[in-house]
């Protein structure tokens, strides 16, 4: 299964980084994004299936971009796994509370984590 992921994150380097590595372990990285409207605007012109959004975008926070995908129409809602550089205890309560798929630390971010978060995901209502 081809894996069509946007990666959306404030940090220059990773946006760099992360596509390269994720390529090479089977993840179509379709685009990157370094806000929210930018992400909300790229999804809708790239459909992809799965946004990587970090926890902390800036002025900005990935939960708010998880939810509005969440609330989204057909067309522009998809899967989101939060990824931050903090660790998971951080944020576990709002992980729980949240739509996103989960949680990955950006160290331990691999094409097989992401697929494994998809296969678990629950079905869109």
């Not at 998809?78 to 951080?90: F, H, L, N, Q, T």
């Amino acid at each position: 299964m081809t894996v069509r992921c946007l990666i959306v994150d404030d940090n220059d380097r990773f946006l760099q980084v992360a596509p390269v590595m994720l390529e090479r372990e089977g993840i179509d990285v379709v685009g990157v994004a370094a806000t929210s409207a930018e992400a909300i605007q790229r999804a809708g012109e790239l459909r992809p299936d799965v946004a990587l959004a970090d926890v902390d975008l800036g002025a900005e926070c990935g939960f708010d971009l998880a939810w509005w995908f969440a609330r989204a129409g057909s067309v522009e809602r998809m899967d989101v796994i939060m990824i931050s550089a903090r660790d998971e205890a951080d944020y576990r309560d709002m992980i729980a509370v949240s739509p996103c798929l989960g949680y990955r630390p950006k160290t331990g971010l691999s094409g097989s984590a992401i697929r494994a978060k998809l296969e678990n995901a629950e079905p869109a209502d």
